[in-house]
């Protein structure tokens, strides 16, 4: 409290607005296979578009039912928890896309000596009393796989520059840098000549790769010829080594590096994540399948890259390897953190392996200057290696198919994972996810849903949902199931965090364009989203209200009254699925897997018990630290009980009772820091018996 010790006025501002949280009831945990995305890691999904791009699509050669769930269960609620298992033997996929080098030609670039004995600088004024050129013109055609890039040669003119005079050893020179592409970017830029670097004085086409053809000729006047026939113009030859200044006109070609062996060098890009669904193929309808890098020239420095998702443009990028510009490792990820795609991750490879990537200063920079070593070239006119330090170096224009990825083993260890490591099931155990239900659809193995249920009871969090395998026959072979008495399972299931569905529904697949036989427990959770959505958790998501399937065409056995007692009584715990002849298929039990006789054994109380638990849990932790007295208890009733009536009124409950104060808070228990509260509560129990008692009076008998 303030102590206020000179006069004045004073405001002091109490929150006392206490009041309880608000809480998603429908949110789904599931755990399945799938052939991309993110491994062992809970990803939120919101929508079944979004569960798609994430995961793939469906195939029937994946264990389990996961994503055919998923797909299902979004139809109800829009927040779900998706987790891949997977281990270490998935495989990312990846494609090397070739780097290739620019074509390119030198332009004399010599000083002027004191004593004037020197050729100039064509396109450079000289000192007084020199005679002088004005200037330097270029015709330039551009070649790429055949086809000219200019229709007639582009003409250049080499803007006239200044030489300071001086004496000696002064060398001072204007030199020419053009980026030529499809169109012309790029400017003439002044550089200083040292007599050593001739980088600054290059002509650049803007393309690269063994398919890029660049021809040049000098001239100057209007008679098209070289001044007194100085040959200005240095070529590169076919392997990248330069041919000196020898010619006034050149030739010279592009090389495609290659991108593998002890000298190879490329740029990988590769699957975000691992799995066979980034491979890139043809599906059975014809239409492309799988993820691509397209490279297109843009001509200058930069270069797009495209990443093709289903044979379709699903990223766009502008790279560059210059320092100051779109540099390639900045523009797109490196590794699965900080992402930038979605899809991808790249790096330049050098021997099959990362290479160190230092960003280039310049366009001219050899390749040397960001991958170590010498390298292997592919001419235009044959297939020859020869060790190059090539120049000009950018992604060659092509597609390049991802290839190469798997999705590893699916097995149960897998599923189920390690708590230690948060793999596999265990990535549900986390309080921050809000998981209401859990389910691993598809999976029937007593190990995966063992691991699942005692999950569910340890961390009070959700409902484990299950059911039998797929196949049983009989009635009776679905409750030797459930009570461990089959082939299948050796122990019963005994919980009320769990809850057992039978039999399996017939559905149509739209991916595999035919039907299938769903897992139950997948329309249950479903079900149960849906009664969040219509009504509150502690409904029973049962019944013609809230339990009917609109989607199944089937059921894999047709069950009758005295089925159904069998399944749901004598301590028997299936919920049955029913088809009846005029009102369709439906949901019509609601019990967990408590074989002892309490409120507990409804999956509506359970559900509501889940749902109070976590509300609490919200609303109250920041009394956790206040002082243990009379004034903090009176505060936790004031949370706990308007929470409770609002349950009360929506039909959760019958009644209730909050105690907060000296009985609950002893002597013993404060002096051990502990704050006791008591909330007794009396569920609302649903109407699953309904019976018409009908009398027969006789005639005299007063009604």
Known sequence: MANFVSPGVYVVEKDLSN????????????????????????TLITSQEGLIQSFGSPTEQLTGQGLEGSLEILEATNSMYFVRAADTAAADASSYVTLGSCPSFMVSAYGVEGDGTQPSHIGMTLDAGMSSVSSLYLDVQIAVDGVNVFNTPKQFDIPVGTVASGG??????????????GSLDGAAAGAYYDGTDLSSTWVTAGYSGSGVILTASAFSGSGRTMADGWPVLGGVDSYGATSG?????????????????????????????????????????????????????TGGENVNLQINREGNVAESYKISLLASGNFAENMINTGATDLKSQYVKAYFAAADLDATVTELTTFQSQLASFVAGTFHGQDANSVAQTSINARFIKPVQGTYSLAGGTAGAETDSILIGAVATKTGLYALDDDTLNISMGIIPGVASETVQNALITLAESSQNFLAVVAPPYGLATVQQAIDWSNGQSSERTAAIASNYAAVYWPWVQTYDNFAAKDRWYDPAIYAVRQMAYTDEVGDPWFAPAGVVRGSLTKPTDVEVSVNQGDRDSMYSGGNIINPIVNFPQQGIMIFGQRTAQRDSTALDRVNVRRLLIQVRKILLSSTRRFV???NDSTTWEKIVGVVDPLMDDIRRRRGLVDYKVICDETTNTAVRVDRNEMWCKVLLKPTKTAEVVVFELNLTNQSAQI
């Open 19 to 42: 009041y309880p949280t608000s809480v998603n009831p429908s949110v789904v945990g599931v755990v399945g296979f799938a052939n991309q995305g993110p491994i062992n890691d809970a």
């Open 245 to 297: 200044l020898a010619a006034s006109s050149i030739t010279s070609y592009g090389i495609s590096l290659e991108t593998t062996g002890a000298n190879g060098a490329s740029y990988s890009v590769q699957s975000l994540y691992p799995g066979i669904g980034y491979n890139e193929g043809t599906k059975s309808d014809g239409s492309t399948s799988g993820y691509s890098a397209q490279v297109l020239r």
């Open 625 to 627: 630290f206040e002082p």
């Open 168 to 181: 000696g050893g002064n060398k001072a020179a204007y030199a020419l840098k053009k980026i030529i592409g």
